[in-house]
């Protein structure tokens, strides 16, 4: 099983004012919710998720270690179709969460996400990419995933793919600094 780290990369503080509206989208049973509690709780207090009802969404509080404010995320069921689009308007960045032990979904998952960067509330955002539940030799890898997004997807400015491997509060972590970092360098004011 291969390391899941993320690209590196630096954040620079304090550069954004206002609290971080961050969208958490991808199919039922990816691993949605489970991944916000694991950012908002820490793992060993992750409670018992259940699959949100296709008519609702989360929103947990996460403190950004380097940003001096905190990040919302917008965790909106995988089973929400039409009605998604009402929550896009004000999104800041874009997390897609994939589940990495069932490549045979990558393409769908591509088709949605696809939808989503052509948005008109959401092209250009931010975009953090998680291969959630990386496990085994047989999974999607994160390299794979990135030739196919450049490949299929119109990408934004800014984006990354990260891969978290099965209840690792390491990989949480790194998903979370990446995102960070993000979100720090598509701030107005951050350096040209
Ligand atoms: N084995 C394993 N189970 C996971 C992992 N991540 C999430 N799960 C479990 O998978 C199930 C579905 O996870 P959720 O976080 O509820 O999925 P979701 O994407 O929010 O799904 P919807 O709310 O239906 O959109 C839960 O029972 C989680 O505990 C993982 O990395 N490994
Ligand atoms: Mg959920």
Redesign the pocket.
Known sequence: MGAAACTAGSVAEDKHSQPLKILVL??????????VYGWSLGMSNMV?????DAAMFNVEKVMSPKLRQPMYMW?????MTSRRRSYFLGTQGLVY?LNASQPVYMMDALQDLNSLLNDRDLKGLPLLVLA??LGSEENLSTKELESQMKEHLKLPPLWSVCG????SQEDLSQALLKLEDLMDRSSPTADA
């Open positions: 991808g199919f039922s049973g990816t691993g949605k919710t489970f991944i018992k998720t259940l699959p949100t965790d909106i069921s995988g089973k969460v959630n539940r978290i491997r099965t209840f």
